[in-house]
């Protein structure tokens, strides 16, 4: 838009819009906050109020003190962490080459992947258990990880490929010049620039991890590798939703994903940006 | 320091050929310039040298011994970017010893050849800043001084000047050439623009569309350009092109121009009678007289004063052509002015083939 | 001659022929990881699932597992809780689609210029994202139940509703729950994706439109949406396939229900496969599903290459 003096009711509605959208954004998390501080006895009785009249952290205390939801949590925080990582290691090898290489068998890759992303993952449940369960990778984070690893793969290539296309083939030709192999180049060099390319990335990936649910689910049947949303589900019992300490544990959840988020969510457009014109 | 040799180079992409059959010799220590419009095949050629694209066929040999097979960081030559690929995340220091860095140099002579380099480019206070805080022609010093620093066989030119604006590109020129003058090493550099070729090279190779159209010092290929190309492309202002037929009666030979007028040409030119030809004069060959006394005339078109000299464009009811002369002209538009070819300052082409006729 | 001191070196290592084929090579080094990967844990059991298909497998029935041919797909052919289901997707998809773009396309614009506090404002609207999506179902439910939730009430107030009810629970417009809860979700992925696109565009085109007398408006339909139409198309089939496949908001808020009306295609497989476990139907819905979606796919990037190339 021009860099032209903007009228105040432009400005009006400019910023009236945004409230909307802030306020659409955030009430739903509010709303989830409220329910959380709502001692049990007045869970029913003030629904609708926007703030109970007594608020307590009796739920916080329950769910910190005397579930298993700690423990759910560190294994949230290893498995998503794991995963981003490994992802990102993965992903800027391959979006590296994406971006930088024109070999046989590129649009074949680039179809794969866009399949991975078309197909319910439910099908792929059943099988993949079968696969998983002779290797003791069932009942294991680290079966998890290598399940949320693959998924997550297709998305962050094409993340760190934008990010690459951002950066001059010059650098790495100078330094191959200069007396540095390919891959060392792309260590050296390369990478160094992308930092917000690799912010991104992990940002991405560890939020799409941790709110994973349906493969937790599945592939883990004993407490002691179960991730938070498992955790979260077994407020639900087969008589009543404990809401109250369900919503105080989606608030502790919620915590780490959305501080990472924040964090990262910049990076995320600059490097949709950079490679945003060439798709 | 070392020769290079081209021999019977070609390249495609797949099926697409961008260089035919190139065969270049360069002494050692020469500086050799690549000049030709874009896509011509310049550049490709210069990073074949380097490394940084594949040989289809034929041989590249740098010190005598063929690179081909070579990964560019075993080729031992150094490059200067367009861009200058300055490493954004380094220092002008880090920038500069990087190459050494990775042949493991101790720091000592690191220090010493880095401050040694920086100080013929006048880097010094430099060397701590990154090269986003510098200017562009900073940043060019900084790109010399990185392949400086390495002593290659060869230095590798990638149209290094065509980013700076043209005061700069003036001081740099002249920079390149003390330095090639002090250092001595082979040089290959690519551009685009003749001016530059003319004042940097030893030798010029002039290229259209992947073949090489003439080899040759700057003045071979000013004053005896062998095709239309070359004639058209060295020279500013551009060399003026007429088209007429060669006439030879036994004895005199003359050039008929469309307008009928009759251009006396040098009596050693060979061709035959009749043969359709391209003549070519450069503007400031083109003698503005003061009498038409058995010259020609046409009237003022346009009058551009350059302070060194003034381009007047002359028109006739058959074409138009361009003078240059290095006084002031008082010429009215529209007014008359007459003007003569001498004939020992007219290139001769064919019309079909663009070659110049052999003498 | 040069005063500088002794240079260094490089050492030459003759590969004669080996290096052509190492820089073939290259590239393919570099994506093993990833292609390994995707082809053991996705490709395999893709391909073992798709079997499922044509399969009698029935996990309570230890003797399931024979090969059944076409069967699954004839009884699809006339099941019609399954084409309610594929109605069901098409007005989900439409639905979520069509909102998150528009509103992810406004908020977009919005953001698109500087002003004060915008980055926590960015920061903020874009935050539904990193909310796990079970969770948010369950909050919307929450939130849409007049016992315990505003939106009903406020409803009311407005005029949308009646009386405070439960939309989750009527038959006809249960559909907007999800629906609803999903572009909460959605909307940041669609602003992100077009804010980086819109950033993209250069200015000094719409500088030149202004002075040739283009108003705000005609820059936005004849400078903006030109630019953006190959990212919005892509955009657009991306999410478009993920949503159809996207069954967690549904079966955590309604379970398919009330009366199958709000149960999509894939919460449908779900059902099939983890609720009734048989997983030999729920693999023959699932390839039907797969097949419609790339045929989907391929349309739009036809659609795209098209549109490049203007």
Same mark, same amino acid.
């Given at each position: ?279 | ?359 | ?52 298909? %044509? ?26 809780? %399954? ?15 069509? &909102?998150? %773009? ?41 939130? %849409? ?12 107030? &407005? ?133 419609? &979606? ?7 990037? &036809? ?8």
């Amino acid at each position: 838009m021009t860099p032209s003096a903007r009228s105040t009711s432009y400005w009006i509605v400019h910023y009236g819009l945004l409230a909307f959208y802030v306020a659409f954004a955030l009430f739903p998390l509010y709303w989830l906050l409220k329910v959380s501080v709502t001692p049990n006895d007045l869970l029913y009785s003030e629904g609708i109020r926007l703030w109970p009249s007594r608020s307590s952290l009796a739920h916080y205390t329950f769910v910190l003190a005397h579930s298993d939801f700690p423990l759910f949590f560190k294994n949230s925080v290893i498995v998503s962490g794991s995963t981003a990582v490994v992802v990102t290691l993965i992903s800027a090898l391959s979006g590296y080459a994406m971006s930088r290489f024109n070999f046989g068998g590129k649009m074949w890759l680039v179809g794969l992947m866009l399949v991975t992303q078309m197909f319910p993952l439910v099908m792929l449940v059943a099988p993949i258990f079968k696969l998983f369960a002779p290797l003791g990778l069932t009942n294991s984070l680290t079966g998890l990880v290598v399940v949320y690893t693959a998924f997550n793969v297709p998305f962050a290539t094409f993340l760190m490929q934008s990010f690459f296309d951002g950066i001059p083939k010059d650098l790495e030709e100078a330094a191959m010049i200069d007396g540095a192999s390919r891959f060392r180049a792309f260590r050296q060099i390369v990478l160094p620039l992308t930092l917000p390319g690799i912010a991104a990335t992990l940002g991405f990936v560890f939020t799409a991890a941790w709110s994973e649910l349906l493969f937790a689910l599945m592939l883990v049947s004993k407490a002691d590798a179960s991730t938070f949303p498992v955790g979260l589900l077994s407020f639900v019992s087969k008589f009543s939703v404990d809401f109250g300490q369900m919503m105080a544990a989606g608030v502790l959840a919620l915590i780490p994903a959305c501080l990472f988020f924040l964090l990262i969510q910049r990076y995320l457009v600059q490097g949709l940006t950079a490679g945003a014109v060439k798709g | 320091m070392a020769s290079i040799e081209v021999q019977g180079v070609s390249k495609s992409y797949g099926t697409m050929p961008v260089l035919h059959n190139v065969d270049l010799s360069i002494q050692d220590g020469e500086f050799v310039v690549l000049v030709g419009p874009s896509g011509c095949g310049k550049s490709t050629l210069l990073r074949m040298v380097a490394g940084l694209e594949g040989i289809t066929s034929g041989a590249i040999r740098i010190g005598g011994r063929v690179v081909n097979e070579l990964a560019p960081k075993d080729r031992d030559i150094a490059m200067v970017f367009q861009s200058y690929a300055l490493y954004p995340h380094m220092t002008v220091r880090d920038n500069m010893s990087y190459s050494l860095r990775l042949r493991r140099t101790p720091s000592e002579r690191m220090a010493q050849v880095v401050s040694a380099a920086a100080s013929k480019l006048g880097l010094e206070t430099f060397l701590g800043r990154k090269p986003r805080t510098l200017s562009g022609g900073q940043r060019q010093r900084v790109a010399m001084g990185r392949s400086i620093v390495r002593q290659p066989k060869a230095f590798l030119f990638d149209e290094p000047l065509s980013n700076l604006d043209a005061r700069l590109r003036e001081q740099m020129r002249a920079e390149i050439k003390k330095l090639h003058r002090d250092l001595g090493t082979t040089s290959i550099y690519v551009t685009h623009d003749q001016v530059e070729a003319m004042t940097l090279a030893d030798r010029i190779v002039a290229m259209n569309e992947g073949i090489v159209q003439q080899v040759g010092t700057p003045l071979d290929l000013y004053e005896r350009p062998t095709n239309l190309f070359v004639a058209s492309f060295i020279g500013s202002p551009a060399i003026n092109i007429l088209d007429g037929i060669l006439r030879y009666d036994g004895e005199h030979r003359l050039i008929t121009l469309k307008s009928g007028e009759q251009i006396p040409t040098a009596s050693h030119v060979q061709g035959h009678d009749g043969q359709a030809v391209k003549v070519g004069f450069r503007p400031e060959d083109v003698q503005i007289s003061h009498q038409a006394e058995g010259g020609f005339m046409g009237h003022v078109e346009l009058v551009e004063p350059m302070g060194l000299g003034t381009i007047v464009h002359i028109g006739t009811t058959h074409y138009a052509l361009k003078a240059f002369v290095l006084e002031r002209v008082d010429r009215i538009v529209g007014t008359s002015i007459p003007y003569r070819l001498p004939a020992s300052k007219l290139h001769i082409f064919d019309a079909k083939t663009g070659h110049r006729l052999p003498e | 001659m040069s005063t500088m001191p002794l240079h260094e070196e490089a050492a030459p290592r003759q590969r004669a022929g080996l290096r052509n084929l190492t820089l073939r090579l290259e590239p393919y080094l570099y994506i093993a990881p990833s292609v390994v990967l995707i082809a053991t844990v996705m490709l395999v059991p893709l391909i073992i699932g798709l079997s499922y298909a %044509f399969r009698d497998m029935q996990l309570i029935n230890p003797f399931s597992g024979g090969f059944i041919g076409l069967e699954h797909f004839r009884t699809l052919w006339t099941d019609a809780a %399954f084409w309610l289901s594929m109605k069901n997707t098409l007005v989900w998809t439409f639905a979520s689609v069509a &909102l998150q %773009f528009a509103f992810g396309l406004v908020l977009a614009l919005l953001l698109n210029n500087s002003f004060p506090g915008r980055g926590i404002v960015q920061a903020l609207v874009f935050l539904p994202w990193a909310v796990p999506t079970f969770l948010s179902g369950l909050n919307w439910a929450w939130l %849409f139940n007049p016992v315990v939730g505003p939106l009903p009430h406020w409803m009311a107030a &407005l005029g949308i509703l009646p009386a405070p009810e439960n939309i989750l629970s009527d038959p006809s417009v249960a559909i907007w729950g999800p629906i609803v809860a999903n572009v909460w979700w959605g909307i940041p992925f669609f602003a992100i994706t077009l804010l980086a696109a819109l950033q993209s565009i250069p200015q000094d085109i719409y500088e030149a439109a202004s002075i040739d007398g283009a108003g705000p408006w005609r820059r936005f339909t004849d400078i903006t949406l030109p630019f953006l139409a190959p990212t919005i198309a892509i955009a657009v089939l991306l999410r478009t396939v993920w949503i159809a496949n996207f069954a967690d908001l549904i079966i955590v808020m309604t379970n398919g229900g009330p009366a199958d009306q709000t149960q999509i295609v894939s919460s449908y497989i779900f059902t099939q496969a983890f609720r009734r476990l048989d997983f030999g139907y729920a693999s023959a819905v699932a390839m039907v599903l797969l097949i419609l &979606l790339l045929a989907y796919s391929f349309v739009i990037i &036809l659609l795209r290459q098209s549109l490049l190339r203007r």
